[in-house]
């Protein structure tokens, strides 16, 4: 009656299922609501989203802005500061397009990721602190825009974690966090 | 031998047990009617999966030999190409095979029936060795434009025509030796409408639907890339990364699901499990069917152009359905285990069913070192980067590679080297060259790839390494940056992950050895070493009788006597201890994405 290797016979529908197995039963299924109640509600009342405005866009139409953006802001010897909240970093093989950049601390920026080529992974870390990370794709016709607020000074590394061709070792970028003006 | 001389065209002798006039012949430690037509492709495609091991084995020297930058083996081209192989080797040659093995043995095998269509399962198996040879040329001539394809071939970063013409090829190959089992599992309900199918069926049939829904999305994937690299078609980058996610994780789903089928066949034949209850385990599995093919969204949760409900909904595969139907496996296998064994009379105490379990033989062990390592490693891993906010943290960092280490490695070639070796035991007939080593292997592959997968996952998520790459930890090109905080722990895994391979050649070296030098087990015989202790070998051999597994087998017949009437309060802890693990770690987990600087809208 209970090999998985024969008919099962008789009414098994019906058998009793045993007490610990119930309980566990429910466990599972109260913990299962937990998981997708917790993610759920962390979109709406948690800092950390991978959650952004996305916009087709070509390469062209992106390098066009890339170029206004670069000239409107203001080139220092650490990198650009950018001329408004926004900060455009474009991938290609194998750079960081608008990197490095200078940020102010406490400040929210809209983080422009756009692949120029092929795809790419934004891959950011402060170089003090290198669990602190988090990693984005990117893809070819695509700007996401995510917004983030640095809340400490620091220098951070941007890595490439999506294979984009042989090179691909080489692909760093520097984004470098100034304390804020107040 | 006089068999040998019987069977003029068999190949060194391993395609010869003798079957009566109707090509039967009864499986001494099964009971099952086994029919000359499956078992032989079972032999086929079981020997073939060990080839694509092996090699797949190979390269993971050179790639732990370069990924452990103090040894530095390859140049960073030479890395990506051999990292291709050993992807494609592994996770889909070596893996892939063994399932087909593994529908024939569920489907025809356990029913006692011929398999039908034998020119199909042919055709299917030269099909697929057409398309892995295509494979292996297309990657190791890989030359500009074209790039390594890596598991993944992400378009528009281009690949080698033949190797977009060489997967469709391995995909088609595969649906073509699916067709017998469905044929098979036809013909069953036709002719016996009103039976269920047994368990182990019922759960090679689910795996048979994913199969080929998982295969379809392969159809489209590597198809609209092949027409795309011929430049006939546009095919957008992003719709790319779902169809090779439909097909990319369907197939892992496939080889959950298959491992489980296994599990349920094994601990029962060689360790004397029950099934607890047939309602709650054939729910599981159809828990799996409707949820788990939405598992490909986990791959595009860092993905722009997505949704945030779709990748909440689909990522949860709907409110965590086939999570759930793993829990469910994760108590009713062990329970089984334990209430099959106190049955028998082999379990005083809380674990006594575990501690006086056949350990040293490795048809058992390698099973349950599966179960315990796949589901703490493999399994919670998996639903915390499956979480879309935690995933910012284990996207494409080494971390990943850490995880699916622990289900593929851990959980699903284990499994099937145990499939190896019970086919070895029980269809080509041969003793292992080692008993000593066959027991030793489990442990000692199972132990230090775990080792490695865990060491993968601190460097991951810690020190934020990132996966396909042979050089960021002791040098990135062109800064003074690195990651060389990893470096001790890289030590750990390099050292682990040697070892693991040598147990990997381990298992090679005792299933072709076995085959080539093992001596045979005469037909009729009951092969002692494999009489699980669920089957009381003792009985069996004292006293000369040929008490067979099966008739411990047998008692699960008995109607008078109802597993679930016996008490599961091991497993019952274990899985207590189970859920702690994975609240704790989930909690760390958001603790350390918490710590971030805000991000997203
Ligand atoms: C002793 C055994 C093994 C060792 C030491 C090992 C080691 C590794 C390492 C170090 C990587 C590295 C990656 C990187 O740079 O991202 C890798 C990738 C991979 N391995 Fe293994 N591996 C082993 C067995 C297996 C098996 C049995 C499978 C499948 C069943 C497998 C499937 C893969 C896959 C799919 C990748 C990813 C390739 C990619 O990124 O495209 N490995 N392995
Ligand atoms: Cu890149």
């Given at each position: ?16 299922v ?112 290198l ?52 | ?39 032989n ?19 993971a ?73 295509t ?21 528009p ?9 060489g ?46 829904e ?59 499990a ?11 599995f ?79 062990a ?18 915390l ?59 000692l ?72 030098f ?42 008078d ?18 859920l ?22």
């Amino acid at each position: 009656m209970t090999s998985p290797l024969k008919p099962p016979e008789g009414n098994w529908w019906d058998q009793p299922v045993d007490r610990r197995e119930t309980i566990w039963l429910g466990l599972g299924v109260g913990w299962a609501l937990v998981l997708f109640g917790w993610m759920s509600a962390f979109t709406r009342v948690g800092d950390q989203n991978p959650i952004g405005e996305t916009y087709r866009v070509s390469a062209e139409e992106f390098r066009a802005k890339m170029g206004e953006y670069q000239d409107a802001g203001e080139e220092t010897d650490e990198g650009l500061v950018p001329p408004g909240d926004d900060v455009l970093i474009g991938a290609g093989q194998f750079y960081w397009d608008g990197l490095p950049v200078v940020l102010e601390a406490d400040r929210q920026y809209d983080i422009h990721l756009f692949a120029y080529d092929v795809q790419h992974g934004f891959s950011i870390r402060p170089e003090e602190t290198l669990s602190k990370q988090i990693n984005l794709q990117t893809i070819p016709g695509y700007e996401w825009v995510v917004p983030m607020t640095f809340d400490e000074p620091g220098t951070y590394r941007v890595l490439c974690n999506e294979f984009c061709g042989d090179g691909h070792e080489a692909m760093h970028g520097r984004l470098v966090v100034r304390e804020g003006e107040q | 031998m006089s068999t040998s001389s019987r069977h003029r065209l068999d190949v060194l002798g391993l395609f010869d047990n003798e079957y009566d006039e109707d090509g039967y012949r009864q499986c001494s430690v099964t009971g099952l009617d086994v029919h000359r037509s499956v078992e032989n492709h079972v032999k086929l495609f079981g020997v073939t999966a060990v080839v694509w091991l092996l090699v797949g084995g190979l390269f993971a020297i050179t790639v732990v030999g370069t990924r452990w930058e103090a040894i530095g083996l390859l140049s960073a081209s030479d890395y990506y190409i051999h990292l291709s192989m050993h992807a494609w080797s592994m996770l889909l040659f070596w893996i892939v095979f063994v399932e087909v093995a593994i529908l024939y043995v569920g489907g025809p095998m356990v029913l006692g029936r011929r398999l039908p269509l034998t020119k199909l399962a042919k055709a299917g198996y030269l099909v697929m060795v057409g398309g892995v040879l295509t494979i292996y040329y297309a990657i190791w001539t890989t030359s500009a434009p074209d790039q390594a394809p890596l598991l993944t071939a992400y378009i528009p970063l281009p690949s080698s025509p033949l190797f977009y013409a060489g997967a469709l090829t391995f995909v088609v190959g595969v649906v073509i030796a699916a067709v017998p089992f469905f044929v098979t599992l036809w013909r069953e309900k036709r002719e016996k409408p009103g039976e269920t199918l047994p368990l182990v069926t019922f759960g090679a049939f689910i795996t048979g639907i994913i199969a080929v829904e998982a295969l379809l999305g392969g159809v489209v994937a590597f198809g609209g890339a092949l027409l795309w690299r011929l430049e006939i078609l546009t095919f957008d980058p992003a719709a790319y990364r779902m169809w090779f996610w439909i097909v990319g994780h369907g197939t892992q789903q496939i080889n959950l699901v298959a491992m489980i089928v296994v599990w349920y066949f094994l601990t029962h034949v060689v360790g004397g499990a029950e099934v607890v209850s047939e309602k709650v385990s054939r729910t599981a599995f159809i828990l799996y069917l409707f949820f788990i093919n939405m598992g490909a969204a986990h791959h595009l949760l860092v993905d722009p152009g997505i949704s945030t409900g779709w990748r909440i909904w689909n990522t949860s595969y709907a409110f965590y359905g086939a999570t759930l139907a793993s829990l469910i496996h994760a108590f009713a296998i062990p329970a089984g285990i334990e209430a099959g064994r106190r049955k028998r009379g082999k379990g005083g105490g809380l674990f006594g069913w575990l501690t006086s379990a056949p350990w040293q033989n490795p048809m058992f062990a390698a099973p349950v070192i599966a179960i315990i390592l796949f589901g703490f490693l493999g399994g919670i891993t998996g639903v915390l980067m499956g979480q879309l906010q935690l995933n910012m943290a284990w996207h494409n960092t080494f971390a990943t590679v850490g995880h699916f280490h622990s289900t593929v490695v851990l959980g699903t070639t284990i499994t099937f080297m145990a499939v190896v070796y019970f086919v070895i035991r029980t269809m080509f007939m041969r003793r292992f060259v080692s008993n000593r080593l066959a027991s030793l292997q489990p442990f000692l592959y199972g132990g230090a790839m775990g080792l490695t997968a865990l060491m993968m996952m601190y460097v991951g998520i810690l020190y934020g390494v990132p996966r396909r790459t042979p050089e960021v930890v002791a040098n990135i090109p062109g800064t003074d940056f690195s990651l060389s905080a990893a470096e001790p722990l890289f030590v750990v895994f390099g050292l682990a992950a040697f070892v693991a391979i040598a147990g990997g050649a381990l298992f090679v070296v005792l299933a072709v050895g076995s085959l080539l030098f093992g001596e045979r087990i005469e037909p009729g015989r009951v092969d002692d070493s494999l009489l699980a202790d669920g089957g009381d070998a003792s009985l069996g051999f004292a006293d000369g009788t040929e008490l067979t597994t099966r008739e411990s087998i047998d008692l699960s017949q008995d109607p008078d006597d109802p597993v679930h009437a016996y008490e599961m309060r091991g497993t019952f802890v274990l899985c207590l201890l189970f859920l702690a693990a994975f609240v704790i770690t989930y909690i760390l987990n958001w603790y350390l994405i918490t710590q971030l600087w805000q991000i997203g809208a």
